[in-house]
């Protein structure tokens, strides 16, 4: 019964901020961005090493992200952000070596028209054990990824495509660091994975300018996004991308 009687003030504190009171809420934010998205790196399944740039002829192209974060007060409970980041790749030329995708082989000067998708929901659930004059965030991130790659010939018809998703769990950390009277900030934050063949870097670094308008804050703020995913027998994918470029985004904080 002990355990009942603590857990429930706590439970009903924290969904306060749901149900509309706002008395205890340190923040509840959503953002949204855009990303120049440069990739670099290959994919393999059931063949042959294709190079994204060189053999499926993929270029840089514009993304958006969206995320909502609730920073609730109590101490013991983690926090939540949830973020979305499509990134979606498409390409169209010659194949500069000649390379097999599960068990199609593309030759050299084949025109082909390829599509790579890394779609990736982050569920965060994260602890602030400081926050003054800065903030640091430190948890654990799901990162649910869901792919798919395509490639297909402009002189055949030929094609052949593969689906990949799960989840991945990664260390999580972030910081915000503010000068005092001006509303400027910058910081940076971080999911790094390391397991059984697989590798994930998923880092932003930021700067901005935040200002208060009533009960609200806006923020606007640009940077530096850099993801690394290296999947090794991923759902029968293999791959090593890296995907990074220059980004802007705003904020509204409650």
């Given at each position: ?29 959503v ?15 059931n063949?042959d090493?294709a ?6 002829q993929?270029?840089s ?7 909502a ?6 101490p ?17 030329g ?10 199609v082989?593309f ?13 990736q ?20 991130n799901?990162?649910?990824?869901d ?23 990664l ?18 934050e ?18 901005g ?8 804050s806006?923020?606007v ?5 850099y ?16 995907v990074e ?8 904080r409650f």
């Amino acid at each position: 019964m002990r355990i009942h009687r603590t857990l429930i003030p706590a439970v009903a504190l924290a969904l306060l901020p749901l149900s509309g009171a706002h008395a205890g809420l340190t923040g509840v934010s959503v953002g949204a961005g855009l990303w120049s998205q440069d990739p670099r790196g290959h994919i393999q399944s059931n063949g042959d090493r294709a190079d994204v740039e060189d053999d499926l002829q993929i270029g840089s192209e514009t993304g958006y992200f969206v995320w909502a974060d609730l920073r609730h007060p109590v101490p013991i409970l983690p926090r939540l952000k949830l973020q979305y980041t499509p990134v979606s790749l498409t390409g169209s030329g010659s194949v500069n070596n000649t390379f097999e995708f599960r068990g199609v082989e593309f030759a050299v000067e084949e025109d082909v028209d390829s599509e790579i998708d890394l779609d990736q929901t982050d569920i965060v659930l994260y602890w602030t054990p400081w926050s003054l004059m800065f903030d640091l965030d430190v948890g654990l991130n799901i990162k649910y990824i869901d792919g798919f790659v395509e490639v297909e010939s402009q002189d055949s018809g030929e094609r052949e495509q593969v689906s990949f998703s799960g989840p991945l769990p990664l260390a999580y950390a972030r910081t915000e660091f503010r000068l005092p009277g001006t509303g400027f900030f910058g910081g940076g934050e971080g999911s790094f994975l390391g397991y059984d063949g697989h590798r994930i870097v998923d880092l932003t670094l930021r700067g901005g300018y935040r200002t208060t308008y009533g009960v609200a804050s806006l923020a606007v703020e640009g940077g530096w996004k850099y993801q690394n995913i290296r999947l090794d027998d991923f759902d029968d994918m293999d791959a090593d991308i890296t995907v990074e470029g220059p980004y802007i985004g705003a904020s509204v904080r409650f």
